[in-house]
């Protein structure tokens, strides 16, 4: 077994960069990956030359058989929201549009990749 001030100072050195580690990120398994998606709920449609105009609503994210997430409009018509890493239907809806139920919006689909931003305009269609 070593003795003295060198193997003082390797135990030093180890215990400095275990410290300084255990802020970093973790790449287990279970940990919690997320992105963002921010974008814009606008109409679209109506009599020729009027131009897309942001709308209040609310947009949706849906997995493939999993639990959605959601957020509603701020002024004018836009939206930002953390989701965890993965593929997303985008659907939404606003009440400026149609009769406001169902989901006639859509921003079709998104990838949410780890501390990445997307994106994105929903549009919902005035027919």
């Known amino acids: 077994m070593l003795t003295g001030l060198p193997t003082l100072a390797?135990?030093?050195?180890v215990v400095t960069f275990l410290v300084l580690s255990a802020g970093t990120v973790c790449s287990?398994?279970?940990a919690m990956v997320t992105g963002t998606v921010r974008g814009t709920l606008v109409?679209?449609?109506?009599p020729a030359g009027t131009p897309n105009r942001p709308v209040a609503g609310a947009v949706y994210f849906v997995t493939g058989g999993g639990p959605s997430s959601g957020t509603t409009t701020k002024a004018p018509g836009t939206f930002s929201i953390t989701l965890r890493t993965g593929r997303y239907r985008v659907e939404?809806?606003?009440p400026s549009v149609?009769?406001?139920?169902g989901f006639p919006c859509s921003g079709g689909p998104v990838t949410v990749r780890p501390s990445a931003t997307v994106t994105l305009v929903v549009v919902c269609?005035?027919?």
């Open 10 to 13: 390797v135990l030093a050195a």
């Open 28 to 30: 287990c398994p279970n």
């Open 43 to 46: 109409a679209s449609g109506g």
């Open 92 to 94: 939404g809806r606003s």
């Open 98 to 101: 149609g009769s406001g139920a």
């Open 125 to 127: 269609p005035i027919k």
